[in-house]
């Protein structure tokens, strides 16, 4: 399969020139609107460009973030108007070019880890109050690392092969039968919010499937959930919960965001207004064909932790009830979202138990999930073993609830936590 994408990769190669783009000076500050400007700011937050675009101790936007690849690291680069490092000298013709077909100001191609191949849905007049924001920032010197990509993959000419196999510029079509605010959430998630850029597997080459839309996928050691009919919680994800856990980052029935899903809420969403989250809620409700949510669903789901999993999890129940009960015990049917109520989260549901693991060793930080809560984490107090056995007990618990009859699948937890806790040792 990469044998084979790579020869038409080759193939289309010989088509790879694109022109440069002359550079120009920077424009004044006074030459855009204070509303272009503020519209900016708030689509530069939906395309989360801060989390991409900086590192800690650095000015924001000046780039040298790593991002891992199958093929190496591709850092991001200093998108501040800087003269030399950053983008000073890029027209809007140039930065609506790079946005929406992955091309430099000077003609070379850009890796789709940049995700212009959702950014292209840009209208012209976001596309404007983008550059307009860009432009008015401070501008910031960086000196930015070598990739690591290794060869083939390295060669820039050769991404125009991947845009011919994988890439089609058009602009955003909007469905009729839907309604404005369906139409206005499609287009700001599957765009500049590009959810999928996480949330869809990718193919060999990295391509989005398209077969695959949203089915859930593995980004940066973190799953990130199914976003259609396929997401694995007990109880759905209705409009309002979806609204309420992409502007508060915390959902009673749904939990926390945690991993880069907290940046995204975080640091981006965070400068939207509350209408175009409710349009992005309103799409992805419908997307996973969600209805509504009784009382009694909430009581139905919550019944698994009264459920008795047998001899074989006694000692995982009694690490469970001395070391997590105390926080995270809920009255039937009334979960809160102050001590999440792990019967019904995604982490425990999930095909594999990474996201579970990782938020037991790591921890909730403030910065994740609820504002003014936190959860220390137990990589220091509990042992690859005892994090597995309650893992293994409430991923147990689950199997009572008669829908859930394959959640008793998740092999190698111990040996999962060990590699888990390394690779936090690591990036440490
Ligand atoms: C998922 C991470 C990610 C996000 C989100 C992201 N970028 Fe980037 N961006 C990158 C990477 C990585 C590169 C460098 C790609 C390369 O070298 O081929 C890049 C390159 C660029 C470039 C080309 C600059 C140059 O000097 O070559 C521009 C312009 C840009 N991004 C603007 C933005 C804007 C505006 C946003 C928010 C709307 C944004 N990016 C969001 C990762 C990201
Ligand atoms: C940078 C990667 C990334 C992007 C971009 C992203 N997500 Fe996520 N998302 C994740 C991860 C990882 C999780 C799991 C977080 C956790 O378990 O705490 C997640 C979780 C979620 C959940 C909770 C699902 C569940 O069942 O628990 C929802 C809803 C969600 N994302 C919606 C969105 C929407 C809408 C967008 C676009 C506006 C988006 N995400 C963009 C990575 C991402
Ligand atoms: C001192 C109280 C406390 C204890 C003890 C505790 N937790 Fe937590 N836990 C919390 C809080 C509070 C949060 C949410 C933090 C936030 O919103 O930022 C949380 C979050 C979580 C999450 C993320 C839930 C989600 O919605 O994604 C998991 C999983 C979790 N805890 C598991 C455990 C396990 C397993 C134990 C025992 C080993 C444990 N917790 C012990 C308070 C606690």
Redesign the pocket.
């Given at each position: 399969m990469i044998g084979v994408g790579l020869l038409a990769v080759f193939g289309f190669s010989a088509c790879a020139w694109r022109p440069a783009i002359d550079p120009i000076s920077l424009p004044a500050a006074g030459s855009f609107s204070d509303g272009l400007v503020q519209r900016g700011r708030e689509l530069a937050g939906v395309g989360n460009c801060m989390t991409c675009h900086s590192i800690e101790g650095a000015p924001a936007y000046a780039g040298g973030y790593p991002m891992q690849t199958g093929f190496g690291i591709v850092y991001s680069t200093n998108i501040t108007p800087d003269r030399n490092s950053g983008i000073g000298q890029w027209s809007e013709e140039a930065f609506a070019r790079a946005m929406r077909e992955g091309v430099r100001r000077d003609g070379k191609h850009l890796f789709p880890v940049f995700p212009y191949t959702h950014f292209r849905l840009l209208t012209d007049s976001d596309m404007k109050a983008l550059y307009a924001y860009f432009m008015t920032r401070e501008p910031a010197t960086a000196d930015i690392p070598d990739n690591t990509l290794s060869f083939p993959f390295k060669v820039r000419a050769l991404q125009a092969g991947w845009k011919l196999l994988f890439f089609e510029n058009h602009d955003f079509q909007s469905t009729t039968a839907k309604s404005e605010l369906w139409n206005h959430g499609a287009y700001l998630s599957e765009g500049l919010g590009h959810c999928g850029a996480c949330h869809t597997p990718r193919n060999a080459l990295g391509a989005e499937r398209d077969d695959a839309a949203y089915h859930g996928a593995i980004v940066n050691s973190w799953y990130a959930p199914a976003l259609n009919s396929n997401n694995a919680a007990p109880l759905v994800w209705t409009e309002n919960e979806l609204f309420v856990y992409l502007r508060y980052?915390?959902s009673d029935l749904?939990?926390?965001?945690?991993g880069s899903m907290s940046d995204v809420v975080h640091r981006g969403l965070v400068d939207l207004s509350g209408d175009d989250i409710r349009a992005i809620a309103v799409y992805f409700a419908d997307l996973g064909g969600a209805g509504e949510i009784s009382n009694a669903d909430v009581v139905t789901a919550m019944k698994v932790t009264q459920a008795d999993p047998g001899g074989a999890h006694v000692a995982g129940a009694e690490?469970?009830e001395s070391?997590?009960?105390?926080?995270?015990f809920n009255t039937l049917g009334s979960p809160s979202?102050?001590?999440?109520?792990?019967s019904l989260?995604?982490?425990?549901y999930a095909p594999e138990p990474d996201?579970?693991l990782r938020?037991?060793l790591q921890?909730?930080?403030?910065k994740?999930?609820?504002?003014a809560?936190?959860?220390?984490g137990?990589a220091s107090s509990?042992s690859d073993a005892n994090?597995a056995e309650?893992?293994q007990y409430?991923r147990a618990r689950h199997v009572v609830h008669p829908d859930r009859a394959d959640n008793n699948n998740w092999q190698n937890i111990e040996e999962r936590v060990g590699q888990i806790r390394h690779e936090m040792e690591v990036s440490e």
């Open positions: 980052g915390v749904h939990g926390v965001a945690a690490l469970y070391a997590c009960a105390s926080c995270h979202a102050l001590r999440p109520e792990l989260n995604s982490a425990l996201n579970f938020l037991v921890g909730v930080s403030r994740d999930g609820h504002p809560l936190f959860m220390h137990y509990l994090i309650i893992a409430l």
